[in-house]
């Protein structure tokens, strides 16, 4: 396994000797023209190998080409990346490492002091930021900057899938946010 090597600005962060990679945000070549920004809980194993946020190729980036799709929008016009930029390993077997583990919220904190924030901030139109899974929301709506980029949530059923598509609990309830 290869990754990127971190900038100095992650030094002092308490994942820093935990985490593997640097994975910086996905950037528009013309980020002056950003609304929509998503930001996931941190890189997978795949994404740090190759510094690309929401890899296509790995779980987190297929279903995000979905939704991005069943909402005619285009990935390239968008702001993609993760509270935190280095991949989290779940642990370690047979010599390798193995799944990914939630940021804490001081490593979350001190990414966006670094990278995330300045970077988002940066983006003179944005509307919207979609913080995608329980991380990624937990930090965000705990902020003024969530409050006033995020929105509120409203609990919405999930919608139904087509025949082909595996079904889900219909129980099942996600964290929609609620636009102007």
């Known amino acids: 396994m290869s990754f990127a090597l971190k900038p100095p600005t992650c030094l002092g962060c308490p994942a820093h000797q935990k985490g593997f990679g ?28 190759t510094s690309r946020p929401f890899l296509e190729s790995a779980p987190s980036g297929f279903t995000l080409t979905r939704w991005l799709h069943g909402e005619a929008l285009q990935r390239s016009t968008l702001w993609v990346g993760n509270t935190i930029q280095c991949w989290l390993p779940k642990g370690r077997t047979q010599g390798r490492w193995f799944g990914s583990t939630d940021p804490t919220r001081a490593m979350q904190q ?8 300045p970077s988002l901030l940066a983006l003179p139109k944005l509307r919207l930021v979609v913080p995608v899974g329980s991380p990624a929301r937990s930090f965000l709506m705990g902020s003024t900057y969530g409050e006033r980029y995020c929105g509120t949530f409203t609990k919405l ?24």
């Not at 001190?110 to 924030?117: D, F, P, Q, T």
């Open 22 to 49: 640097f994975v910086p945000p996905a950037v528009p070549l013309d980020p002056t023209r950003v609304e929509l920004a998503v930001v996931g809980q941190g890189p997978g194993q795949q994404e740090a190998e």
């Open 110 to 117: 001190h990414c966006w002091n670094a990278h995330v924030g």
């Open 157 to 180: 059923p999930l919608p139904t899938l087509g025949e082909n598509d595996a079904q889900p609990d219909q129980t099942d309830q996600s964290a929609v946010p609620a636009v102007d």
